[in-house]
């Protein structure tokens, strides 16, 4: 019973190019988060999928990133144009419906040179 | 805008005795608190939780105690083991959403 596998675990880009970060939520889980952690600072929420939705987005920065949960394969959190700021570690969590205690995965930590 | 305070960003105990971990939160609106635990290089596990109609949860060596008045709440380890050395996250949500608002974290060290 794999938990929340989130890929890759550490990436390195250059400004300017694209970051794809991958979350295959728990198995019958249907419903994932993505949050955003940067240095000293707590997890700060960017958005909520069910398959094929997005339902809050409230947390996204309004250019350069976007995300996805398509019907079939992984969540996605797409960052383009990757600037310096968007170092950080980024955490996906999913939960079976909509619950108040759900399972993190262990993070991709994003390091922009 | 910080709606979850954790004011203390380290704490040391030493083993055996109980460590306290405070949280502050502002916004009248939340109305289910949890606290996670993280180590280095993966991702918060949940750990205790508790509904603002509550004031105390118990789970094993872990309670949460929660002070609507005063929008506080804190998290008792007891008795504190080197096992439970880890940042500690306070979050809450509010009634109706989907997304936590979480604390900037409290690293504990129990020292053997």
């Known amino acids: 019973n794999a938990g929340v596998m989130q890929n890759p675990r550490h990436l390195v880009r250059r400004r300017g190019q694209e970051a794809r970060l991958r979350c295959s939520p728990m198995?019958?889980?249907?419903?994932v988060y993505w949050y955003r952690q940067l240095p000293e600072e707590g997890l700060k929420f960017m958005v909520y999928?069910?398959?094929?939705?997005?339902?809050?987005e409230s947390g996204m920065p309004k250019e350069r990133f976007s995300a996805e949960f398509p019907k079939e394969g992984p969540s996605i959190l797409r960052i383009q144009q990757v600037v310096r700021g968007d170092s950080a570690a980024y955490f996906c969590?999913?939960?079976?419906?909509?619950?108040?205690?759900?399972?993190f995965g262990s993070g991709t930590r994003l390091t922009v040179v | 805008d910080q709606q979850v305070k954790q004011n203390s960003p380290s704490l040391s105990v030493q083993e055996g005795r109980i460590s306290i971990l405070n949280c502050d939160y502002t916004?009248?609106?939340?109305?289910?608190f949890l606290w996670y635990k993280k180590y280095p290089a993966e991702g918060p596990t949940f750990l205790i939780s508790i509904s603002s109609i509550k004031d105390k949860n118990e789970d094993g060596r872990f309670t949460v105690f929660l002070n609507k008045s005063a929008k506080h709440l804190s998290l008792h380890i007891v008795p504190s083991q080197p096992g439970d050395s880890a940042v500690y996250f306070c979050?809450?949500?509010?009634?109706?959403?989907?997304?936590?608002?979480f604390g900037t974290g409290t690293r504990l060290t129990v020292i053997p």
């Open positions: 999928l069910q398959k094929e939705n997005i339902i809050d």
């Open positions: 916004n009248s609106m939340f109305d289910y």
């Open positions: 979050a809450a949500i509010r009634d109706g959403a989907n997304n936590l608002f």
């Open positions: 198995k019958g889980h249907s419903h």
């Open positions: 969590a999913s939960s079976p419906y909509t619950e108040r205690g759900y399972t």
